[in-house]
């Protein structure tokens, strides 16, 4: 049995009176893929803040590596690609080494030595294809090449956790199949546990190992074949649309 | 013209002047980076004119106006960075309901004192060939403190002005770097309101950071090009000012005003032109 990375119990959050999350109860262990999914409004990227402590719930608790978000110490262990790159100021003046550096926050009182942090950036660029991006302004990107800069401060800080909410916008296909490529071997080779928000609830079958469907509410979470198998699908999404999605993948 | 400059830097009021102003300025620059990034520029404005409140609080009690200042102004920084947080409203909003409180207890108290005396005036603005010894010693050691800080903090002063979000979700106590960011702002701004005054002084902490964001090449760089550039105009402005009789403080803003012209000059003939249509 893997240990539990994130441990939700009776979790519900709130804006303003306004329910999002309702009584939310789920295990994430280590090595676990899951896609998360659900239509806009279904509280997928509140739940993201919830898992980051960027939110406190208003009932129920959640742990991420055993501890509750005000004792956590294991920040350098997630990795996070938010979802909302496009509202960075696109004149901020930083070269991309900086902003991929900003992944290694968390990991200076380890007193990781310059060198290493220098070595680190460098891996992280050249895994994401962009080393050659290093000295230029993250303004000066295209909005394809500033989600890749994203991508790599995610990665940089080789976390235990990636947490992505949407990291194939902007991605041309090329890339994208890359991505999902190297996200496959952390899992697979790393064990490296992935939270992947997406609304592409038809390719999420290739990549996760589990899926969890949110609307407010856990509506289903398990494996992909699982999945297709329970009624979730056609109630959701009609029985045609069932054989488009699950069958793509036979 | 060495004799010259050897008799002007003899003068002890300059002596005084160039040290002060040149770590001022240092401070300045170095935070209006930051909060230029975050679009909380006037926040430097809108501590002047509570600045300006509370001097005339200080000659009201016939109290040294820095120690004065300083609390009253500290206290304000962190009243905006709470209304921002706990009133749901959007920081020009908080700057505008304090600074204008600011200004009207100032004027509210000038009044009752009589209408605006000579003191009141030297700090609306500023003359830094007057500046004492006491607050040449004042403004090295805030200097220092707010330069340490930001060099202490400046990871997660970067990241925050990035990314708050992303901040927080690494683990960064944003809450209490941004009360560190607006009590550093508070200590500067009572800082230079002997400088350039306190009708001139969000114009140092914009300026130099505006001129930088022109030509820099990274974080860091523009914080190095907007020290450099805030210490090239204040050693200027007062050498000019000193030479011609001109006011110091607008000599230093009018200075930082061209070099802000020449670096947008340089950016527009370096800039990559587009490509023609074929």
Known sequence: MQPELISARGLCHAYNSVEVLSDLTFSMLRGDYIGLVGPNGSGKSTLVKLILGLEA??????????????????????????QKINFFNPHFPSTVREIVELGLISRRHSRLARAERRAAVDQALELLGIGDLAKRLIGDLSG?????????????????????????TALDPETRDNFFSLLHDLNHRDSVSVILVTHDIGSIGEFASKLMFLDKRIIFFGSFDEFCLSDTMTKVFGPSSQHIICHKHD | ???????????????????????????????GVLLV??????IGDGLSHVTFGSVAVGLFMNVYPLYVSLPIV???????????????????????????????AGVMLASVAGGLNVDLFSYLFGNVLS????????????????????????????????DEEYARASGIQT????????????????????????????ALLILPAATAFQVARGFRNSMLIAAGTSVVSVVSGIVISFAFNLPTGASIVLLNFVIFLAALLLKSLFRPRPARPQ
């Not at chain 2, 003899?10 to 170095?30: D, E, K, M, N, P």
């Not at chain 2, 707010?146 to 903090?153: D, N």
């Open chain 1, 144 to 168: 394809g090449q500033q989600q890749r800069v994203f991508i790599a401060r995610a990665l940089v800080s080789r976390p235990e956790l990636l947490i992505l909410d949407e990291p194939a």
């Open chain 2, 37 to 42: 990034l975050r679009r909380l520029s006037l």
């Open chain 2, 74 to 104: 500290m206290a304000s920084a962190l009243g905006i960075l709470r209304l921002t947080e706990r009133a749901r409203i959007y920081g020009d909003a908080a700057i505008g309901i304090v600074s204008s409180v600011g200004i009207a």
């Open chain 2, 131 to 162: 500046i004492s010894s006491t607050e040449v010693y004042a403004s090295i050691l805030l200097s220092i403190v707010v330069v340490g800080a930001v060099a202490l903090y400046f990871d997660e002063l970067f990241s925050i002005t990035f």
């Open chain 2, 1 to 31: 013209m060495t004799a010259d400059i050897l008799e002007f830097l003899s003068y002890g009021f300059i002596q005084r002047a160039l040290i002060a102003g040149c770590f001022v300025a240092l401070a300045c620059s170095l935070l």
């Open chain 1, 57 to 82: 719930p208003s009932q129920g608790s959640i742990t991420v590596f055993g501890q509750a978000h005000k004792d956590l110490k294991a920040w350098d262990k997630i990795g996070y690609l938010p």
């Open chain 2, 175 to 202: 809450a209490r770097i941004n009360a560190v960011l607006v009590l550093l702002t508070a200590i500067t701004v009572v800082l230079t309101m002997k400088v350039v005054g306190i009708m001139l002084t969000s």
